[in-house]
Structure formats: C-alpha cells, structure tokens
C-alpha cells in the first residue's frame, strides 16, 4: 500500500485525538473558564467575540476533517462489503458497487429487495422460515 498523504495522516489523528473523552473534557473546562472570566471582563462585546470566533473557527475545520474521515471510512466499508459480495456463492454479482449507480437503478433494486422482503414477512406470519436464497 502506498503511503498515505499528509492530510490523511493528519485527518485520522485529528479525528482520533478530537474523539477521545479527555478532549470533550478540556473543551467544556474552557467553555467554564470563558464563562467564569465574563464578569472579569464585564460581559463586553470583544469577550464574546473571543468564543464566537474561536468555535466558528474550529467548527469551520473539523466540517473538513470529519468529512474525510467519513468519505475514507464510507468507502473502506463499501470495498468490503463488495468483498462479502464477491466472495459469497450465491450472491448477485450486480449488486457490486451499487453506490455508484444512478438513482433510478438503485430503485429498481430497492424494490426488489423490498418485494423480497415483504414475502419474507408474509411467511413468517404463516409460520414458515425467512431463511433460504430466492428463486431467480
């Protein structure tokens, strides 16, 4: 595998860091502390402004990340999901990549899968098994 790009790298430790618990943490003791310091400041415009900027700011930048991270994890799952696909005797082959179809095929499948679901429902109310592979 070739090495990933500074930004990869950067987005999933960002990503890590930002999600663990300690972080949350320490971004609530400085909201307090910016709370605490307001009567210090006498609640003025610029002690707003320090926080609105601060969190638009940081808000701005972690939309980017989290994108990314989303996008890679997203299409990391999808690769393995073909996998299973492919891999999986029996399976239809077509289904490979359905994210990159157009929407009016996907409905086609959609629809197929919610008949086939359906009869799978009407069975169980009958008493019979959901379980097995459809006639073609």
Known sequence: MPNASWYTRFAKASSRFC???RVFTFAVALIAL????????????????????STTIITFL??????????RDTEAIQIKLDELIRATQG??????????????NLDVFRAKYHALAAA???????GNQDTGTPEP
């Open 19 to 21: 999600g663990r618990p």
């Open 91 to 104: 399976a239809h082959n077509a289904l490979l990549d359905l994210e990159d179809i157009e929407e009016k």
């Open 62 to 71: 972690m939309v980017f990340l989290i994108q990314n991270t989303q996008n």
């Open 34 to 53: 910016w709370l605490i310091t307001g009567p210090l400041f006498g609640f003025s415009d610029t002690w707003q402004l320090v926080i609105n900027t």
């Open 120 to 126: 799978a429902r009407a069975d169980l109310d009958l």
